[in-house]
């Protein structure tokens, strides 16, 4: 789980409070009005304004709103002190316009105080001719603190906004959330390799083997054959057959799979898409950089001002404090990547994602199949390209070096540890571009953890940027040794799991498994004996560390796992080192083959983790590392088929990469990726992986729309669902692993 809080919304905290709420009726038995003077007919009594000049008009309110505001909060009309119950049911409409042509209002039904929480939203565009606007949400919590807020800031130019008919109905019928799933034939809609395993799922009632036909483009069936029955899926509730198609091995593009009356969506039998992929995951990470302009003509649409640079409103990275009595020094720690849709930035997922993109290069050096020239200088079209430097060892570093910023200098207490993340003083809202972030920043106190990880990650970039800046391998080993013996000095100072206004907690209770990550990377870099006796002398070195899940941010024992058995090293016991990832890729294999929609992912009782698309890659991320340790054929295509469900055989019929696949995620949470509320914002870039299916459904928007859904149901592609379909720097690390090894297999 991500243990983070990833877009609590801000409302404002200077709104004037409305009049004493009436006596609420009773809840959902009958409808009730919870608007107070919704017509205006005794003007504009009961509703506040804030930044605006508003006053009764046409029978309405209109208020008259400046232009040069930063966020849309900062111009804004509303009404406090409403009463809403925990899973009723509200129709929230109204009656808008907006002078000149092509304003939005942002519409939100919230908490009136902190933490400012949005329990409905949404941002129409305005005609000057007006329209009537209708919404039916259910509120995830009992409150006589609501808000109803029309915000209206964030223009250039001063427009004009008018209001009448608000109403917010208690007690009305739910609306039923019901996804549109497409044809009940479920394939990986971007491509199967041409010698690889294709594999297909079908919804169906039926009990007997159906027939099917494999059509190319022009509608010839190439082949046919029978499905298997498969029963009820537990990870979706839906009965199920499966389809092979595997004998099929010529390539093209826009095939289809035919069976039970319904026909696929197109896909297509070849490699192109991987090598497009294997570029695009990684390309993601340039338009996630904090602290540098990123430039159109390298991500045409997508160009934007540098962020967190000291220049207003922003308060900056150039010399953050910590907060109140963690220390009195400040830092440069500008740079660097943001996590994920906040502009926070953390060590810990900082660190398994730089480990993830430093491995997708070191395997494709390594391994038989790997081309490591296809990540080379010029691949990735970043500002750095055509420094001689492999273009994704350029990306990672620019992560890198924002984590040996972390590290607390010499002479000052905890010297050699690093502060576990930096962000907002509070949560802000979206959408929000990096450069009009108003809050202040605060480092938050060193950890164990946090120090470990650049141990680990510093100590593996010392061996691979080595050849390409020997002075920079230096300073990055030196730093990984001096944040060994920080950790070893203060072994157990662990991150709050309190800590969570403004940013993510990332709290880890256990640090055994950094322990053994960073003694691993500074073995294999150094061969030291110090670091190879920690390795054999931890409890992890010999543990079953490969669960339902094999590794993220809170497991790091896998990624030592990994690499000790594929990094060339003579460690005593490394064949029982590499026969564990076999052992563990057999049982991912397993869980595979028993899966209905053929994943090597099934928790206990169908409760999908938090980022799960990621958690089936990189337990697929081992299945791959056992290919290369041995050449099976059944671990390469275990791998390969673990790509299908991320894009699109699965139970919601979806890609979760953006633009990839004839229906894909594409709103996914973030603060400037944020087409979905301002049209003048871009959508995520192509292959921007999104979190996927959370049991937990978190967040306000899932808790309303998805209460009971059953594993893989529990998504939903909205951007106000944080937890089930945000974007991360560690998810996407997944994403690239995979899509470089399955290019490579091409």
């Not at 504009?44 to 930063?70: F, H, K, N, R, Y």
């Not at 953390?346 to 038989?368: D, F």
């Not at 397993?590 to 090597?600: E, N, V």
Request: aromatic share 8%.
């Amino acid at each position: 789980m991500n243990h983070r809080r990833s877009a609590l919304l801000a409302l404002t905290a200077l709104l004037a409070a409305g009049l004493t709420t009436l006596p609420a009726g009773p809840a959902g038995a009958v409808e009730v009005e919870r608007v107070r003077n919704g017509t205006f007919e005794t003007g504009i009594d009961s509703w506040w304004t804030s930044g605006v000049t508003a006053g009764p008009a046409d029978g309405g309110l209109c208020a008259d709103v400046p232009g040069g505001t930063a966020n849309p909060w900062d111009a804004a009309v509303g009404q406090n002190d409403l009463t809403l119950a925990k899973g009723e049911s509200y129709r929230f409409s109204f009656h808008a316009t907006g002078a000149p042509e092509g304003n939005s209002v942002r519409a939100v039904v919230g908490l009136q105080v902190p933490p400012y929480d949005a329990y409905y939203e949404v941002t129409p565009q305005l005609s000057v001719s007006g329209n009537a606007y209708t919404y039916t949400f259910t509120s995830p919590v009992d409150t006589p603190q609501g808000q109803v807020a029309f915000q209206l800031g964030g223009g250039a130019a001063p427009w004009r906004f008018c209001l009448d008919d608000v109403s917010l109905l208690g007690g009305v019928a739910p609306e039923e959330y019901k996804p549109d799933t497409g044809p009940r034939v479920r394939v990986n809609q971007v491509a199967y390799l041409p010698g690889g395993p294709k594999n297909a799922t079908v919804v169906t009632e039926a009990t007997e083997p159906l027939p099917w036909q494999l059509k190319n483009a022009a509608g010839t069936v190439v082949a046919s054959g029978r499905s298997v029955p498969r029963g009820v899926d537990p990870s979706s509730g839906q009965n199920v057959h499966s389809i092979d198609f595997g004998s099929y091995r010529r390539a093209g593009s826009g095939l289809t799979l035919a069976a039970d009356g319904e026909t696929s969506r197109p896909f297509d039998i070849g490699t192109a898409a991987y090598e497009r992929l294997r570029l695009d995951a990684a390309k993601f990470y340039y338009t996630q950089r904090s602290g540098v302009e990123i430039r159109d003509d390298l991500r045409p649409g997508y160009g934007r001002a540098a962020g967190h640079v000291d220049v207003a409103p922003n308060q900056g990275d150039g010399a953050v404090p910590c907060r109140p009595g963690v220390c009195d020094y400040t830092l440069d720690v500008t740079g660097g990547w943001y996590d994920a849709g906040d502009h926070g930035k953390y060590v810990v997922n900082g660190g398994i994602s730089v480990w993830q993109l430093l491995s997708t290069y070191e395997r494709a050096r390594l391994a038989r199949t790997g081309h490591a020239e296809r990540l080379g200088d010029g691949s990735l079209d970043i500002p750095e390209s055509g420094n001689k430097v492999p273009d994704i060892l350029d990306e990672a570093r620019w992560e890198l070096e924002f984590l040996l910023r972390m590290q607390v200098p010499d002479g000052e207490p905890l010297a050699g540890m690093v502060h576990h993340k930096i962000h907002d003083e509070q949560w802000t809202g979206l959408p929000l571009m990096p450069d009009a972030d108003p809050q202040k920043r605060a480092l938050h106190p060193p950890s164990t953890a946090a120090t470990l990880n650049l141990a680990a990650t510093a100590a593996q970039a010392a061996r691979l940027y080595r050849p390409y800046d020997r002075r920079f391998a230096a300073t990055a080993l030196t730093a990984a040794r001096k944040a060994w013996a920080a950790a070893l000095a203060h072994p157990d100072v662990l991150a709050s799991d309190s800590d969570g206004i403004g940013g993510g907690t990332y709290a880890d209770p256990d640090v055994s498994d950094e322990f053994y990550w960073a003694a691993a990377e500074l073995y294999l870099t150094t061969g030291g004996r110090e670091f190879r006796d920690h390795v054999l002398n931890s409890p992890v070195h010999t543990a079953d560390v490969f669960g339902p899940v094999s590794f993220d941010w809170a497991r790091t024992a896998v990624p030592a796992r990994l690499d000790l058995a594929t990094v060339p090293n003579p460690l005593p016991s490394r064949d029982r080192v590499r026969r564990s990832v076999r052992e563990a890729a057999d049982r991912y294999l397993t869980t595979l083959k028993a899966h209905p929609y053929g994943m090597p992912y099934a928790p206990e009782g169908q409760r999908y983790d938090w980022g799960s698309t990621h958690q089936i890659l990189n337990n697929a991320t081992v299945i791959a590392t056992a290919y290369d340790l041995t050449g099976s054929a059944a671990y390469r295509d275990g791998a390969l088929q673990s790509m299908d469900y991320v894009l699109g055989r699965n139970a919601l019929n979806l890609s979760y990469v953006t633009g990839y696949g004839e229906v894909s995620a594409h709103n996914q949470h973030s603060r400037w990726y944020a087409h979905q509320l301002d049209p003048r914002l871009p959508r995520p870039p192509a292959g921007s992986l999104a979190g996927g299916a959370n049991s937990g459904i978190q967040d306000p928007l899932a808790q309303s729309k998805l209460q009971g859904c059953t594993g893989q149901f529990c998504y939903i592609d909205d951007i106000q669902s944080w937890s089930t379909n945000e974007l991360t720097i560690n998810w996407n690390s997944a994403l690239t692993w995979m899509a470089s090894f399955v290019a490579d297999q091409g």
